[in-house]
């Protein structure tokens, strides 16, 4: 298919845009989720371990934000970093630091709902030895953490996939300015507009190659270690 | 001595009461057998004791100070055994994460736990992966490595063949010597002649008998307790 | 910082200008292409340092507001009405929008956005069938250019377009360009410096230098070549003394 | 706050726009998520339940496409859908059937990693007695679905939330046509490219409470039934 | 009289074998005890012969068939009780999904073997809420609902204080000589000789005596089967 064809082309002809735009997808996609990981694991784990009241709205809500579109939270970001918005000064805006802002925003909540998920049955296994070994608080969490962790993966793998795949909200708060906030999925809204809509898919069928090597990376690293994942009758 | 003093104490669930209330002190030190019917509340007493089980009301005291306080200087083993997702000797570890051993002296703690047990060679494998006997072992390595002053054991030898009860019950035999006091529910009449030095004897919740094991044995008291002596009903 | 609007950036002409000004001068310009209205209210909120937009009215109520100096004419091209082929031959627009009206067997696709293409379609269906257009022929579709063309193309509709974006544009389908140098189609852009009075970060000298740059002879002269496809897209016409004295006939772009 | 008055004089306005619009926003997302999970959770259940080559393949393919662009979706049911595509007799483009299928495939691969990871835990537990019992595969897969449906709504839910906030695919197939295709999230997109981007936000600010409407009520139901996924010691 | 015949059967894990090879014909009729070390393969070897576990290499037949294909004509007991997250009465009639009794047949069934096991009062509660020897009761219920020819049981009694070990011991003596058979692993000796007509002695994955209970009991054989009855390791 002439698609196909086009997107290996692009892949191979090493055109230094087109690196340019895919590494800076990498790096804003990899940052907001590293950022909203690390803020989103330890928190969903306190949430599965501790109950107080207003625990279930935190959860409601925090799914309820699974469903924020991207240009919302883009909107939201854009009048924070504006010039007239209150964190204006800091000049932000129209920069790759704007767009993992926004990306952040936007997967944190499913980062966060997904790993509660993830470390539920990991409660259900753990919660009495804890108990009965008075484990501090934040051993608690990282020892259920890691013991859950290729649970976890998959939270995260979701929220990348979320982060790489959006447009509104790197487009608002980003620009697509070319050579400096442009990156796949705004290229290939471009493409699109354009008219281009062979372009645009084969830039589509480039940034899916992507994810999946990022994701065969994943699985390749959630493969070490689980030999004491097992189970038996 | 280590008194063990229940406060009005009390385990309900779903307005039902399956536990208490309890208004005794216990002495822990040496063996203290619990024997009981099925669903008479040994295990829920057990928890009660230890302090992983926060009552639904009163409380439980060990030397004036509250259980819950004191966990850590307790040993437990489950009824339903709680293997981590880790390897054997990581699972004994586990129970050492609080103490301020450096890391090598933890090693060799372990070691020694684990060749006690006979599961110095399992060290590495899987905990996941050992038998119905072998997990028990493991149970009592991790309940006794932490140095405890008492020990909960819920039906410890329940899956053992009898050389390792045997040798369970000589490694009970020998910390207690040591000082340590542990509470153990067991179903083998037998086990507890041999190892008990009291026995206390539950029937649908509460505590019916709290006697020498000389006397509970000699000279049984209550009827309960009289016919499940005698593999009635 | 550039704020415009997208049919600027789709048709390909900062492409091809910036280097030469960057080249020249240092001076990096980045461009946010969006519509028209987000491109004005982004250079309100202080967040751009030059507007460069195709709506008169908004561009002269943005200098009448303070936030701008002054507007300067920078160049034109103009809107095409394209769609796919008819056996009706019209004598005017006034015929062909009515015929549009009368029949409602024709697809037409408006943008639906208050963008600067939207508003001057909507000033046509006013001036010559003193009514807006209404019935399921009739879509307002609330969407960029580019996707209202795609859509043209994917269902033969009919649509009013700039000249820049159209040529530019790689999904014609069957669509062609059924009408075209109207007076009426004119389509001019003007350029505003962002006021640096009211916000005092706005890198005014710069902007001015890239104004200067684009309503110079240099600048112009580079705006006039921009080609798509061999085609001049864009009439400098910042030396101009006013718009109304062009007429239709010395029409720019030349095809 | 400007938005929040604005937001809340939106919903209260009774509008009839808004409401056709709300109506379409939530029929399409709803439809999409129903036709995607009717898939993807007995899909997630075989993948869970058996074992072949390809499947590790199939999984990373999958949790790469948790990545997939709006925007290349939205191409790619244009392309089928358009006058000159495959399915261009169909006349679906720039319907509401239209943006149920882009969202369709655009939340396939969500549910369907997420359902995986939902069952894991309900694996662990029931595989040997299905085994044991040589459970007939399709009762074996409603059982376990069945019986992990509490996990198995969170991957729902995070595909509808996805199916809700995306605007990409469907104003490329929808079209955004105003009374026919537009819905919340194309609305918001429109009203901020008019720079009218307090609307956009009060708009926004009505989606999510959409959505918090929706995931409350999936919660409340998940609440039903839930006492029998308890544990113990 | 069913016969079980082992031929050339091994499993394997990690390259490691833990049972088998094993070539031997053994009589179902009766009840055939089950003893041998911890570790020695005898929940393993169980679910070789029930069925439910693949051998790495050979095959097990019953009566000419292979046994994988005749599962549901057998009952299992687990040594680690698998509670389904359903009532006690789902619980048991879950085994009962295959059969094609009408559903109020179902029911009496169900009710009709919970009152055996004395669990009829618990019928709705969770089943993972019951205490270690009601859940063991309830595993009798539900291996013996299918009305199987052979049932397999994995220290069943291990939890149970002796009068419900008395009613099991009963329960099963009764079934049996309705033609049942039974093999059944435990280290209760005691009991051994009480219910058993056949005794196998397992060691490291190897049958080391296969005779009568009398026999067994009167003049071990193998060495290892003599120490192992000693309490010796
Ligand atoms: N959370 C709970 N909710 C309701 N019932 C419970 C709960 N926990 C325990 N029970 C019930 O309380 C009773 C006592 O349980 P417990 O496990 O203490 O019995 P036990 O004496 O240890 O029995 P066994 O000898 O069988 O282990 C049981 O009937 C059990 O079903
Ligand atoms: N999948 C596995 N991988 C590795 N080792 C295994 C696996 N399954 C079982 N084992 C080992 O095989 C041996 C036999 O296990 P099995 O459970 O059959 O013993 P058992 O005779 O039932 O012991 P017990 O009396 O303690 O229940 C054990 O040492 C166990 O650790
Ligand atoms: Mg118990
Ligand atoms: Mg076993």
Known sequence: ?233 | MTLIVFHKTTYDADGQSLVGPLNITLDATGVTALLGHNGAGKSLFLQLAHGMLRPTDGRVEIDGQDVRETRRSRGFIFQNNVLMRRSVAQNVAFALATSNMSASQKSERVDELLAMVQLRDRADQPAALLSGGEAQRMALARALINEPNVVMMDEPTSSMDPSATAQFEAIVTAVKSAGVGFIWATHDRAQAQRCADQVIFMEQGKICEDSSAEDFFRMTRSDAAKRYLNGEI | TVASTTSTQNSGLYDQILPQFTAQTGIEVRVVAVGTGQAIRIAQNGDADVLLVHHRASEDAFVADGYAKQRFDVMYNDFILVGPKIDFAPKSLDELLNYFADTGDHIFISRGDDSGTHKRERELWEKYAQTMPTGDWYREIGSGMGATLNMASAVNGFTLTDRGTWLSFGNKGDLGIIWQQDRDLRNPYGVMVVDSDRFPHVKSELAMQFVQWLISDVGQTAIGNVRVAGKQLFCPNANQQSEQEQTPDDACPAQ
């Open chain 1, 1 to 233: 298919m002439d698609v196909i064809s086009k997107s290996i082309q692009l892949i191979f002809s090493g055109d230094h845009d087109l690196l340019q735009i895919v590494l800076l997808s990498l790096r804003v996609s990899f940052t907001a989720t590293f950022i909203a990981s690390s803020l989103a694991i330890p928190f969903g784990a306190l949430l599965t371990n501790y109950d107080f009241t207003g625990k279930r709205a935190i959860m409601v809500v925090a799914s309820a934000f699974m469903a924020l579109p991207p240009v919302v939270v883009g909107l939201l970001v854009y009048l924070m970093l504006s010039r007239s918005g209150p964190l204006g000064e800091w000049g932000l805006l129209y920069t790759p630091s704007a767009m993992i802002i926004a990306q952040t925003m936007l997967i944190f909540p499913i980062v966060l709902v997904l790993t509660v998920e993830a470390l539920k049955p990991i409660k259900r296994d753990y919660s009495h030895l804890m108990n009965a070994l008075d484990v501090p608080p934040m051993l608690r969490l990282r020892t259920m953490i890691w013991d859950a962790r290729f649970a976890i993966y998959t939270a995260v793998l979701a929220g990348f996939g979320r982060a790489l795949a959006e447009v509104g909200a790197v487009i608002l708060v980003g620009g697509n300015i070319n050579g400096q906030t442009r990156v796949m999925t705004t290229t290939i809204a471009l493409e699109s507009s354009k008219g281009n809509l062979e372009l645009a898919l084969a830039l589509g069928l480039v940034l899916i190659l992507l994810a999946l090597i990022v994701n065969a990376a994943m699985h390749g690293v959630a493969r070490i270690g689980q030999r004491y994942q097992v189970t038996r009758q």
